[in-house]
C-alpha cells in the first residue's frame, strides 16, 4: 500500500513542526476537545510546509504520545475516508470495513489502542474504529487532521452525537487551523527571507542583463536550488529554439491565470483546469543537459504585464516542489519584476531629466501597490469560484461564499478609495463655494459610526457647537470627517477613547474652524508620522498591519483639506494615541454664524 521507503522515513526530531510553544499549546487545545467532546483521546496532525502530517498533540493516550509525537506521515487517508461515513464535517470509519492493507497503514502511522470493546452491540466503539476531522483554512488547504478515539460513552457517533460534539468544540477547529498556519507561513518567509537577501546583495545601478546574472548566482548560493535562470520577454534561449516564442505564450498565459509550471523530465504539472501533461522533448532534452530532474518555472510580471520567467532547478533525487517554497518563489518573482523594472529605469534614466524620473517613479509604485493589493482578494473569489462551480453543493460551498463576499467587499472599498483620491486629487476641478453646515455634518459622522464604537467598546466623546458654517463643498467635508472617525476607532483597542471636537479659530488673521479627532490608540511610530498621508502607505506595526485597509483614507483626508485651502497635522505617540488637527478657513468675506 505504501512504498517502503516512505513508510520508513522519518524528520529528525531537530526538524520537527513548531516550537515547544505551539505544541504546547495544541496539547492544551487537544485535551479541551477530549474533555469537551466526550472522548478519553484527541489527537492533532499538523500539515508541514514539506507536504508530510506530523503528530504535534494526542491527549488521554501516553502510550500514543510516546510512539507517534514528532513522526512524520505521508497523507495516504483517501481510502479511510472513502470507506467511512459523513457525519456533519467527521468522518466515522467502522473497524470491520478496513482490509488488511488498511490496518497495516495504521500500524505504521497511527495507533490501535489495547483495549476491548466496551460491549458487543453494533453500536458498540471498537479499538479499530477511526474518528477524524480534516481542519482546512479558508481557501480549502488542508492544515491539519483532528481525531477523535474511545468515547466514554463507548457507543460508535451518531449525527446527533456529532452535533452535540460540533457545538461544543467548533471554535477549537479555527484555533488550531491558525496556529498550523502561522508555522507554514514561517518557513514560507524563512525561504523569502533569504531569497531577498540574496537579491540585496546585488550591487545597484547595473544593467538588467548584468543585475540578472548576479542576482542568480546569489541565490543558488543561499537556497536550497542548484540553478536559476531568467528569461525576459522578448528574448530568445538557444537551447530552447525554435520554441522559444511557445513557451514565452504558455508562460504569458500561466501569469493571467496566476500560476505556475512544475517540470520533470516525463510530466508537466500546474497547466490550470488541467491534469498533468507530457513534458516536451526540447524541455525534457535540456533538463538532460543540465543535468536537472526538476524545474520550477515561475511567470514574473507586473499588473496584465508579462515581462519573462524565472526557472529554478534541482538535481535528480533532490526534493521536491512543495506549496510553502513554491508560495515563496511567486514573492520572490513578484520582487523579482520591480527589480527588472527598476533596472529598466535606471538605464532609460541617461536620457530624462529628473522631473520625468520622479515621475515614472511614481507612478510604478502605485501600480505595484494596487495590483499587491487587488491580487489576493481577486484570487480568492477566483478559487472559490471553480470550487463552487465543481460542487455547488458541498458542505464548504456557505464558507466558499463568505470568503467571496469578504474579498468583493475589499476590492469594492479599494475601488471607492480610488475614485474619492482621484476626485480630489484633480488639479483641474474647482471647489464648490456653497455653505456647509460643518456642526450638522459632523455631527452625522459621529451618528453614522457611533454602532461601530458601540460594537468594540469604545467611548466617542464630542464637542460640537452648532452652526459652523464653512463655505466649500459637502461631499468632501462629509467624506474628510468620516475617514477621520473611521481612522481613529480601527486603531483603538476594545475599552478605550476616541474624542473629536469643533472650534473657532483664527490662523494669521484668517477666520476658520479647527476640527481636532484624537484616540488612545495604538498610536504611530515617530519615524513613520511624515509618510501616514502617502497613498498606500501602511504602518510596519504588526498590531497596525492586523486592522484591514487600503491606505488610503488619510490621503483622501489631505486632498480635500487642501482643496479647501487647510491645514492638516499629525501627532502621535507609540502605547499612548494619537491626534488629528484639521483647520478650515471661511470663505474671504464670510463669518462664522
Not at 469537551?36 to 498533540?57: Q, T
Not at 495516504?76 to 482490509?99: C, F, N, Q, S, Y
Not at 483622501?556 to 497635522?569: D, M
Amino acid at each position: 500500500m505504501v512504498q517502503d521507503d516512505i513508510k520508513a522515513w522519518t524528520r529528525p526530531r531537530g526538524q520537527a513542526w513548531g516550537n515547544e510553544a505551539q505544541r504546547a499549546v495544541l496539547h492544551a487545545i487537544a485535551e479541551d476537545v477530549a474533555r469537551r467532546a466526550g472522548y478519553r483521546v484527541a489527537g492533532i496532525e499538523a500539515m508541514r510546509s514539506d507536504g508530510f502530517l506530523e503528530f504535534v498533540a494526542i491527549a488521554g493516550n501516553p502510550d500514543a504520545s510516546v510512539e507517534l509525537l514528532g513522526r512524520a506521515s505521508p497523507f495516504m487517508l483517501h481510502r479511510l475516508i472513502a470507506l467511512g461515513t459523513p457525519l456533519d464535517g467527521w468522518v466515522h470509519t467502522p473497524g470491520e470495513r478496513l482490509d488488511d492493507d488498511d490496518r497495516e497503514y495504521i500500524a505504521d502511522y497511527g495507533h490501535i489502542p489495547d483495549r476491548p470493546s466496551s460491549s458487543d452491540g453494533a453500536d458498540a466503539w471498537r479499538p479499530e474504529d477511526q474518528l477524524v476531522r480534516l481542519l482546512k483554512s479558508e481557501a480549502s488547504d488542508l492544515r491539519a487532521l483532528l481525531y477523535l478515539d474511545e468515547p466514554l460513552s463507548g457507543l460508535r457517533p451518531t449525527p446527533e452525537s456529532i452535533a452535540a460534539v460540533n457545538a461544543e468544540i467548533h471554535v477549537m477547529y479555527d484555533a488550531v487551523v491558525s496556529i498550523v498556519e502561522r508555522e507554514l507561513y514561517g518557513e514560507q518567509v524563512r525561504m523569502l527571507t533569504q531569497a531577498r537577501t540574496a537579491m540585496q546583495s546585488v550591487r545597484p545601478g547595473m544593467g538588467v542583463d548584468d543585475f540578472l546574472s548576479e542576482m542568480s548566482r546569489a541565490m543558488v548560493e543561499v537556497m536550497a536550488v542548484d540553478s536559476v535562470d531568467v528569461l525576459l520577454a522578448g528574448h530568445r534561449a538557444p537551447d530552447l529554439e525554435p520554441h522559444t516564442a511557445v513557451l514565452e505564450d504558455q508562460m504569458r498565459q500561466v501569469w493571467l491565470k496566476g500560476g505556475h509550471l512544475v517540470v520533470e523530465p516525463t510530466q508537466t504539472w500546474g497547466f490550470v483546469g488541467q491534469h498533468a501533461v507530457p513534458t516536451p522533448e526540447v524541455m525534457s532534452r535540456l533538463m538532460r543537459r543540465l543535468g536537472l530532474g526538476s524545474w520550477l518555472l515561475v511567470p514574473i510580471g507586473m499588473g496584465e504585464e508579462y515581462l519573462g520567467t524565472m526557472g529554478l532547478g534541482r538535481k535528480p533525487g533532490g526534493d521536491r516542489w512543495i506549496d510553502s517554497e513554491i508560495n515563496a518563489v511567486d514573492a520572490v518573482a513578484s520582487d523579482l519584476a520591480s527589480l527588472i523594472l527598476d533596472s529598466r529605469l535606471m538605464e532609460r534614466e541617461r536620457t530624462l531629466n529628473a522631473s520625468l524620473r520622479d515621475l515614472v517613479a511614481h507612478r510604478r509604485d502605485m501600480v505595484n501597490t494596487l495590483a499587491h493589493e487587488l491580487r489576493t482578494p481577486v484570487s480568492v473569489l477566483r478559487m472559490h469560484l471553480e470550487l463552487f462551480a465543481e460542487d455547488p453543493t458541498a458542505v464548504e460551498a456557505a464558507e466558499s461564499l463568505a470568503a467571496m463576499d469578504r474579498s468583493a467587499r475589499r476590492i469594492e472599498n479599494m475601488i471607492d478609495d480610488l475614485m474619492a483620491l482621484a476626485t480630489e486629487s484633480d488639479p483641474g476641478r474647482a471647489t464648490p463655494h456653497e455653505p456647509v453646515d460643518l456642526s450638522t455634518i459632523v455631527r452625522e459622522s459621529c451618528d453614522f459610526l457611533a454602532p461601530v464604537a458601540e460594537a468594540t467598546g469604545l467611548e466617542l466623546v464630542t464637542d460640537i457647537p452648532g452652526d459652523l458654517v464653512i463655505t466649500g463643498e459637502a461631499a468632501g467635508i462629509q467624506r474628510m470627517a468620516t475617514n477621520l472617525l473611521s481612522n481613529a476607532f480601527k486603531y483603538t483597542q476594545p475599552g478605550g477613547r476616541v474624542t473629536l471636537s469643533l472650534a473657532r479659530e483664527a490662523v494669521e488673521d484668517r477666520d476658520g474652524i479647527r476640527l481636532i479627532c484624537a484616540d488612545d490608540g495604538i498610536g504611530i511610530a515617530e519615524s513613520e508620522v511624515g509618510q501616514v498621508f502617502t497613498p498606500f502607505f501602511r504602518s510596519s506595526s504588526k498590531e497596525a498591519r492586523e486592522r484591514p485597509g487600503t491606505g488610503l483614507g488619510l490621503a483622501i483626508i489631505e486632498r480635500v483639506v487642501q482643496r479647501h485651502q487647510g491645514t492638516v497635522e499629525v501627532s502621535s505617540e507609540v502605547g499612548v494615541g494619537t491626534a488629528f488637527s484639521v483647520w478650515l478657513p471661511l470663505s474671504a468675506g464670510a463669518d462664522v454664524r
